[in-house]
């Protein structure tokens, strides 16, 4: 298993682990290099168990969690919910393993691994925002404990999500939940939301609040069973098998 694991890439900063030592965060089943797993332990370990393929014994159930799932699997779930590779390199490690999506794959691959005969397809709204992380670290008073941004992140003059330059066209848009300059591409209507007390809907960016999964032909996503065996092969068999006793 060594050989096929130190030949992909990092997930997060896409470097290349041929020469280097690979490491797993087994929650989320990807690869990672030496750096990027030094940032994953300050996540926790509730959110990113991290451990050495060369240095640690990993268990039957942790090695099994890689296998089923892996950076590209991880890296396909996410572009259904509109997260792109570029995307999600311009986020920092607490915005990326804070979205609403990665939670879901994290559920998913936990059902998945024990075997569960319900696999979680519902996105959970997060609570945790850039604000709250300030607020863990001491930085924020106590009176900025909303979870929605008080401040606007200054105008930028590329989308901070896409990086597409903005002109008199292309406008100019502000996250009301994390605060980002993000553009009309990277806020889509369908993640709109309200922000109570108001019942009318704001614009949220797409990190914050994923769009649904864009349909695929031949794929039915309210059909489990059929999502299941197209992620994942090896969970096939005994999906079906869980099918035909319904």
Aim: aromatic share 8%; charged share 20%; proline share 7%.
């Amino acid at each position: 298993m060594m050989a096929p694991l130190a030949q992909q890439n990092c997930c997060d900063c896409d470097s290349v682990l041929a020469r280097a030592d690979p490491w797993l965060s087994i929650q989320h089943g990807i690869i990672l290099c030496l750096d990027c797993a030094g940032k994953h332990r300050s996540l926790g370990v509730h959110i990113s168990f991290i451990r050495s393929l060369r240095l640690d014994e990993c268990t039957a159930e942790q090695l099994h969690m890689i296998e089923i799932g892996g950076n590209e699997n991880f890296e396909d779930f996410l572009q259904t919910y509109g997260i792109s590779k570029q995307t999600w390199k311009s986020l920092t490690i607490i915005e990326k393993y804070h979205l609403p999506a990665v939670d879901l794959w994290r559920r998913r691959l936990k059902a998945i691994a024990q075997g569960q005969s319900v696999i979680p397809c519902d996105i959970i709204q997060t609570t945790y925002s850039i604000h709250q992380h300030a607020i863990d670290e001491n930085i924020c008073s106590n009176n900025h404990t909303t979870l929605y941004a008080k401040v606007w992140i200054p105008d930028t003059s590329n989308c901070q999500l896409c990086r597409r330059k903005f002109t008199f066209f292309f406008r100019r848009h502000h996250c009301r939940r994390c605060g980002r300059c993000i553009c009309t591409e990277c806020s889509p209507q369908n993640s709109f939301r309200p922000i109570p007390p108001s019942i009318f809907p704001s614009r949220h960016c797409k990190a914050c609040v994923p769009p649904p999964p864009r349909s695929i032909p031949g794929i039915s996503f309210t059909t489990q069973q059929k999502e299941e065996a197209h992620h994942y092969p090896s969970h096939s068999s005994s999906s079906s098998s869980s099918s035909s006793s319904e």
